[in-house]
C-alpha cells in the first residue's frame, strides 16, 4: 500500500473534518475531571480501542477517554499509513458513546512525541487529571521513546493486558525501573488521584483485534 493511501476496504472516503476545536470540557465541583489519554496512529480504529476505552472508563473510574491521533507516530513507517483525515474521520464514526472522543490535539499544539503531548495537556489543561492508557504489547517499547521516564514521572499509567505480551512487560526495562509504583488491580480506582510515578497492570477481558491485522485483511481481500 502507498504511503498516504487511504484504507479503502475500511476508512470511508469523507470530508475532512472541521477547523480543529480544542476539546472543550467541563470541571465538576465535587472532584477534577479525570480523563484518560489513549494515543496511537489508529490506522485504523477498531473494536480493540473501544474496548480498551471501556474498560478504562470503568475499572479506573474516569469521566472520559480522548483518542490522541497521531499525525505520524515518529517509530512508524509512513508506508501503508492512511491520510490523517481519514484516520480521524473513521474513529469518529465508530466510537459508541459520547464519553470517547476523537481528538486532533498532537496536530494542533504541533507535539510529535508522548512526553511532549502528555506536558503541553498539563499546561493547557491544569485542572484535569489524566491518565496515560497503553495495551500491555507496547510496554517493552516504551524504553525507546522520546524522554520514555518523563511519561511515568508526569501522569498516572494504565497498562491493559493484552495477550500474549504479559510475561514481556514484566519483564521489560520500564516495568523494573518503576516496580516499586506499581499498584494493586484492586486498587484502579485510586490511580488518577495518585501523585506519579505510578502505574497499574489491569487485567481484563481480552480481544484480539489489532490496527495490523485488519490492515492485512484488507490488503488479502
Known sequence: MRS??????????????AQPVLVKTKVTRRRRLRVGLLGGSFNPAHAGHIHISNQALIRLQLDEVWWLVSPQNPLKSKSGMASYSDRISYARSIIPNSRINVSDLEKIIGTRYTSDTIEKLKHIYPKIQFIWIMGADLMPEV???????????????????????ASKLLASKTAKKFENYRFNCRSASLLANSNPPAWIYLFCPLNSVSATSIRHFATEN
Open 4 to 17: 498516504g493511501a487511504p484504507l479503502t476496504r475500511l476508512i470511508p472516503i469523507v470530508r475532512p473534518p
Open 143 to 165: 524504553s525507546d521513546w522520546k524522554n520514555w521516564s518523563k511519561i511515568f514521572q508526569s501522569v498516572p499509567v494504565a497498562v491493559f493486558d493484552r495477550w500474549p505480551y
